[in-house]
Nanobody, 122 residues
Framework: QVQLVESGGGSVQAGGSLRLSCTTSGYPYCMGWFRQAPGKEREGVAT????????SYADSVKGRFTISRDYVERTLFLQMNSLKPEDTAMYYC??????????????????WGQGTQVTVSS
């Protein structure tokens, strides 16, 4: 069983930055970040393959968010810059049992963290 624990959420003004972290009990997996705003479906933000050779980003965050991972610390990161109010959501870390990522849909991932809230004010 893979356990995921997120941290790093908080409140920030538009244009600010936050870095989310997700510690995991296992490696290597395809891992990703998702977010869900109230009344909306969970959407993929960014994914990274188990070997860290490939990443994918949602169009809405390209150029602003960066996904990375530290194998020694078994931690996945999401650096979020130039934050916008529309980035406000609960952010979730997710992992798939496979090393290669099959997609950015929530159904592609088997394991989930409990989430960390990100609030961006205008």
């Amino acid at each position: 069983q893979v356990q995921l624990v997120e941290s790093g959420g908080g409140s920030v003004q538009a244009g600010g930055s936050l870095r989310l972290s997700c510690t995991t009990s296992g490696y290597p997996y395809c891992m990703g970040w998702f977010r869900q705003a109230p009344g909306k479906e969970r959407e993929g933000v960014a994914t990274m393959t188990g070997d860290a050779l490939a990443t994918s980003y949602a169009d809405s965050v390209k150029g602003r968010f960066t996904i990375s991972r530290d194998y020694v610390e078994r931690t996945l990161f999401l650096q979020m810059n130039s934050l916008k109010p529309e980035d406000t959501a609960m952010y979730y870390c997710a992992a798939d049992a496979r090393s290669q990522c099959s997609g950015m849909a929530a159904t592609d991932f088997n394991y989930w963290g409990q989430g960390t809230q990100v609030t961006v004010s205008s």
